[in-house]
């Protein structure tokens, strides 16, 4: 199973809501990935975990708010969103955070997109 | 600062021609650089990458080259096809420690029938 399974695969909220993305791998990688997206733009790093564990958080706002509660599991928070963080939110894994002579290949889920209205 | 520099922002080949994608890193602690293909509506995924102990890498259709003294990388896709079309991502990274790429902007390629 090379797969990360990501749901939902649309989100639409308002500004107001509380909502919660969910990604999941069964590929045993201990380093997982938050990215978001925005059309024609690369994916932009959130966060990381690695072995459950917040490693980097990239100064995003109070208003995302990542959880791993297993190894397998990733989520993402959502509250109070602004309709400027209307994008394509992916998850990704890897091994683990690599060291000199892996491969350091990130394996994608297919995204959720969110809309914030 | 952009640390990788994509170009062209966006291709347009025949079927069968080539389709050319350069890119350009600064720091030269980088040593792993993969190229990710991106179709609409899904994830990136691993296309190809290399280490920059080689100059070339091919895989079927696709081919990286990679000149250390100048800093450049580019992916060569042979006999473009229509199932090409789609965005790529060009990135570079660092082994040894916190493993994060840095995505170059991306190419958008459409593969004319």
């Known amino acids: 199973d090379t797969e990360v399974t990501q749901t939902p695969k649309h989100l639409v909220m308002g500004m107001t809501n509380k909502k919660s993305l969910k990604c999941e791998q069964h590929?045993?990688?201990?380093?997982m990935y938050w990215y978001k997206q925005k059309a024609k733009k690369p994916p932009e790093l959130m966060f990381v975990y690695s072995y459950e564990k917040l490693s980097i958080n990239e100064s995003v706002p109070s208003r995302f708010s990542p959880e791993c509660p297993n190894s397998s599991l990733l989520n993402l928070h959502l509250h109070a969103l602004q309709p400027e963080d209307s994008a394509l939110y992916l998850c990704?894994?890897?091994?683990?955070?690599?060291?000199?002579?892996?491969?350091?290949?990130?394996?994608f889920g297919e995204g959720s997109r969110l809309t914030v209205l | 600062q952009q640390q990788v520099k994509q170009s062209p922002q966006s291709l347009i080949v025949q079927k069968g021609g080539i389709s050319i994608i350069n890119c350009a890193y600064e720091?030269?602690?980088?040593?792993?650089f993969p190229w990710y293909q991106q179709f609409p509506g899904k994830g990136p995924a691993l296309l190809i990458a290399?280490?920059?102990?080689?100059s070339e890498k091919k895989e079927g259709r696709f081919t990286i080259s990679f000149n250390k003294s100048a800093k450049q990388f580019s992916l060569h896709i042979m006999d473009s096809q229509p199932g090409d079309s789609a965005t790529y991502f060009c990135a570079a990274s660092i082994g040894g420690g916190s493993y994060i790429p840095t995505f170059g902007r991306g190419t958008s390629l459409i593969v004319h029938p």
């Open positions: 290399i280490r920059p102990d080689v």
């Open positions: 720091n030269t602690a980088f040593d792993y």
């Open positions: 990704a894994s890897s091994p683990r955070l690599a060291l000199r002579g892996d491969t350091g290949e990130l394996f």
């Open positions: 590929m045993g990688h201990r380093a």
